[in-house]
């Protein structure tokens, strides 16, 4: 060390550390560095964790996302408590934010079990309470890529049929015409009223990347809207139900001001 350059000594038993201001000022930049980039990496994996969030699929009963995100306590102890490993608490860059429980259908579906151990062991309400039957929870709702779906590309396979728990409630199969040929083709289609997003399709369709997936519902169902009235539908409320020859005598529904209704109806602009 230069005899003018300023140090200090720091005794400690046989250990003798001697410290120089350019030594501290190195240290202090490697730290500012390695601090930098910490943060840089935890503000990527943030965002990335964000994005991904709205592709997660929870356990059974699980409140909206943000509620659930606010009273799920990272226990784990639904994690625990389920008798299939489905679940499993999110690790950074997974698609589900930090330490909150989902599962992914492709490798561990949802098998629904009917005492419902997972929400049972949810010691804040995250999973509701108020969850009885198994069957009326809603984690997803599955979705058919027909572009590559074995029965609809006229090959006959229908698992995704055969493994639902709730065959013909929450998936039916339908015929049709093959052109090609006086076979039928056998269809699978969702019944969006009864699936629970449970995932036993996704999990067991054999093709190499699943034509058939569950998603979160808001991802995939759109909205008619309020202002649209469906007279031969009565839980639509519009017209009650008919007899034969019998005709409305009440009054009809007055249609939304101009403008009022979302969505551009162009008709009834001046010039048309």
Known sequence: MHPSEPSAFITSGDTTIMTTRRGFIQKSIQGAAVATSGGMLWSYLVIQNARAEPLALRPPGALPDADFNALCIKCGRCVVACPYDTLTLAA???RAPLGTP?????QIPCYLCHDIPCKVACPTGALSPALEDVMDSRMGLAIID???CLSWQGLRCEICYRVCPLRDTAIRVETRRRELSKHAMLLPMVLSEGCTGCGIC???????IAAIKVLPSELIQGKI???FRMGWKQADGATPGLGPGDTWQGQLDSAPAQGQAPGLDYLNEPEY
């Open 225 to 227: 809207g309020d202002h």
């Open 92 to 94: 950074l860059a997974d």
């Open 202 to 208: 996704e999990n067991a369709c054999p093709t190499e």
């Open 102 to 106: 989902y599962f992914e259908p492709r």
């Open 146 to 148: 027909t572009e590559h």
